[in-house]
């Protein structure tokens, strides 16, 4: 028995983008009126459709790479987290530094006339080297320091504000390492059992226990030894975190009091930012701009022995009051020194008037990228 074919007319083929995007089922209705439609063309017909509604007519034209996507997400949020992200690098690269240099370097003498002061040593003179490195890598540093003794008047109550701002931030290392010192124990233990007052404290009355005490780190396999090792450790771990407790306690009532004194809003605040981001973006394009028409020029002019033409460089005074330290006046309120200086060019000064302060939560003002060291 012959069987039937489900399909009698002439072999199907794909339908084209184009026959099915417009009107595929008049389309097929005029050419076969009394023929049904082939379930094949229903079905690529809806895909079609259904493809075209999702992607919109520019698909293909605006393929974005994933990687370009995450670029972008990546550096908004760095632009937007730029602080803590900073601050927390610091924290673990100090506290790994710390551990590495326990591990590597840190030998107790096992001396009762060295035991304490070299242990001193190794926790306080890198904490003070990674505090003076606080400062130096601050960049409201420089610009309060550079030219300063070239400028008269300078205001000494104006700078020690300054410096105390800035020396809170610069702690943050130094703390980090004494905290991480303190909770691996072997800093303390060698320091306290060099210490007179520490011996008199545990071994009171016991007379044999005073010249075996600075050999206790040195011998923690000894009967007897691991009880005071046991302890000096529990203390020191102790000490380190009451010190981070502390630390953390200061730093949000520091930082909610400088807020609470705060002469704006918080938006406006986030709007000032976003003002001085712009600002030194446009800045520095410009002056990269009109550094390399000013060195052309003058490159073409040393080659053919000619003479430059003129350029309109902003004065020595123009850039020392822009590089000033910013100040606030309710009266006049202004985003940037930039902002002050154009605004007061036609008096060609912008000296401190009544009402200028200087305050400690405007102090990113001061510390714009164009200004940071490795731009210098």
């Not at 005490?213 to 046991?230: A, F, M, Q, T």
Request: aromatic share 10%.
């Amino acid at each position: 028995m012959r069987k039937r074919k489900l399909w009698e007319g002439p072999p199907l083929r794909k339908p084209s983008s184009s026959f099915l995007k417009s009107s595929s089922h008049a389309h097929w209705k005029v050419t076969n009126p009394r023929r049904p439609l082939p379930p094949l063309v229903v079905l690529l017909a809806r895909e079609s459709s259904e493809e075209a509604r999702t992607s919109g007519p520019l698909q293909g034209s605006l393929v974005v790479d994933p990687m370009e996507k995450f670029k972008t997400v990546l550096d908004l949020y760095l632009k937007k987290h730029r602080n803590t992200l900073t601050y927390g690098l610091v924290t673990l690269l100090t506290a790994g530094g710390e551990k590495i240099f326990s591990a590597a370097v840190f030998q107790c003498p096992c001396s009762a006339s060295w035991n304490l002061p070299y242990s001193l040593v190794y926790l306080l003179v890198p904490a003070l080297a990674l505090f003076l490195l606080g400062y130096a890598l601050n960049a409201r540093t420089w610009r309060l320091l550079t030219g300063c003794c070239a400028r008269r008047g300078a205001s000494c109550a104006r700078g020690t504000l300054v410096c105390a701002h800035l020396g809170v931030a610069a702690a943050l290392a130094p703390l980090t390492w004494v905290a991480v010192a303190l909770l691996g124990g072997s800093i303390y233990e060698c320091a306290a059992s060099g210490s007179t007052w520490m011996a008199r404290r545990l071994c009171g009355e016991n007379s044999t226990c005073d010249p075996e005490l600075p050999l206790v780190p040195c011998s923690p396999g000894n009967p007897g030894k691991p009880n005071l090792l046991k302890q000096l450790r529990a203390e020191s771990q102790v000490l380190g975190w009451v010190l981070i407790a502390v630390v953390i306690i200061f730093l949000l009532v520091f930082t909610s009091i400088l807020r609470c004194l705060s002469p704006v809003s918080f938006l406006q605040l986030k709007f000032w930012k976003i003002y001085l981001e712009k600002e030194q973006e446009i800045l520095q394009s410009q002056a990269r701009e009109h550094a390399t028409e000013m060195a052309k020029e003058n490159v073409r002019c040393f080659f053919e022995r000619s003479h430059p033409k003129e350029y309109n460089t902003p004065s020595n005074k123009a850039w020392q009051q822009i590089s000033s330290l910013y100040t606030f006046n309710p009266k006049s309120q202004y985003y940037s020194m930039l902002h002050k200086y154009v605004s007061r060019q036609e008096t060609g000064s912008i000296k401190s008037m009544e009402g200028d302060a200087m305050i400690p939560v405007l102090g990113f003002v001061d510390s714009p990228a164009i200004q940071s060291p490795s731009d210098l």
